[in-house]
């Protein structure tokens, strides 16, 4: 192979790899909504206490502190924008079945097929 080839197989290689983690962080993220538990991804520096208190300060009530200081997940009452988080120093809000499955969803309004079998049971 010449190096041509190669540096050409190698800009495909990465050029695919960045497209596929574009196309999970876009289904991964969303807009917090009510009574919904969602991840948020605060600025990198942001301590665990910064961030409960910029939660706070959109009305949002702390469910569980993330694996890093600048992540918490949060519920809401109401509906908040990309514009509330973006001024509280939020820099994602992210889908918590796709980036947090160990979160402890019980609240969730239909069981799953498996909770329905246990029932039976």
Not at 93 to 98: H, R, W
Request: charged letters at 20%; glycine letters at 10%.
């Amino acid at each position: 192979m010449s190096d041509r080839s190669a540096a050409l197989a190698w800009l495909a290689g990465t050029a695919m790899t960045v497209l596929a983690t574009l196309v999970v962080l876009a289904t991964g993220l969303r807009l917090p909504s009510a009574e919904r538990p969602v991840p948020l991804v605060f600025a990198p520096g942001t301590s665990a206490v910064e961030a409960i208190g910029r939660l706070a300060a959109l009305d949002g009530r702390l469910i569980a502190t993330g694996g890093f200081e600048n992540v918490v997940v949060a519920q809401f009452a109401r509906d908040v924008g990309y514009g509330a988080l973006r001024k509280a120093g939020v820099w994602l809000a992210l889908e918590p079945l796709a980036f947090g499955g160990c979160l402890d969803l019980r609240a969730s309004p239909e069981p799953t097929p498996l909770s329905r079998r246990d029932e039976t049971t």
